[in-house]
């Protein structure tokens, strides 16, 4: 497929787990937008921070490449593998990241065991019925040692018609989560909130929006807006590396690890 592996080719084209519309502007907007910018920052922390000596690394949906750019520009040593179950997806991944071994694959389903070093999802279970087996997956696909990095959506509280058009079938609590890695055999090194600080904001654009249907529609800002809420993000940033586990916001990082 395209100069791909593919392991999952009835689901290449399209399914309920996403819109394979929204790469395009997504694509346009990760580069600008504060939350990317700032949940980048946030992934390349924990990276370093529980897996400095980390050699490899796989993104289980990657999507248009976004974060392993990012982990590009900062390791550019670090052997870079992306899954990506939508076949629309791997076009953009590829022009991003360009020595990244791509392969299209459902993630419940991963022809890998003991292979990676570090897994990453980063906003990809809330998409997934079938989670604990994803984590399953990422359990066996893993080193001995070995670890993985997830972001998710964060407080069911939260739930709106913008996660339903999201595609996404939750949200999760940071219990819920922890309890599900514990199951799928992983200790939990970390867990913090994010978008705690500006957490009130998006609780009042929900409720504003609670006939939207467009999930991109938070993500159109203005240059100020963007540039006022990086540097909030920037400061949580800080807290969080100071190993103050911030405790509600918007979203929710985790970081688990295979005995």
Not at 238 to 255: A, H, T, Y
Request: glycine share 8%.
């Amino acid at each position: 497929m395209e100069g791909y592996p593919a392991f999952a080719l009835a689901l290449a084209l399209g399914n309920d787990g996403f819109k394979t519309e929204y790469f395009a502007e997504l694509a346009a907007l990760e580069e600008k937008n504060f939350w990317f910018r700032a949940r980048n920052r946030l992934i390349l922390w924990a990276l370093d921070a529980f897996f400095s000596g980390a050699h490899d690394f796989m993104e289980v949906g990657c999507g248009t490449g976004y974060v392993l750019s990012g982990i590009r520009r900062a390791h550019p040593e670090m052997k870079l593998w992306g899954s990506e179950i939508f076949a629309a997806g791997l076009g953009f991944a590829a022009l991003r990241a360009k020595d990244a071994e791509l392969i299209q694959m459902d993630a419940r389903r991963m022809p890998f065991r003991d292979e990676f070093e570090v897994i990453g999802a980063f906003d990809v279970l809330e998409h997934i019925e079938e989670d604990e087996l994803v984590l399953g997956q990422m359990f066996h696909s893993l080193k001995p040692g070995g670890g993985i990095i997830l972001t998710v959506p964060q407080h069911p509280f939260m739930w709106s018609r913008q996660d339903a058009a999201a595609c996404h079938v939750r949200r999760y609590t940071r219990r819920e989560l922890a309890g599900k890695l514990k199951n799928a055999g992983f200790s939990v090194e970390m867990a913090t909130s994010f978008v705690c600080l500006l957490f009130p904001l998006m609780m009042l654009s929900r409720i504003a929006k609670r006939e939207a249907s467009d999930p991109m529609s938070e993500l159109r800002l203005g240059k100020f807006a963007n540039t006022l809420f990086e540097s909030v993000m920037k400061l949580e940033r800080k807290l969080i590396e100071m190993e103050i586990q911030l405790p509600f916001g918007g979203s929710l990082l985790m970081v688990g690890r295979r005995p």
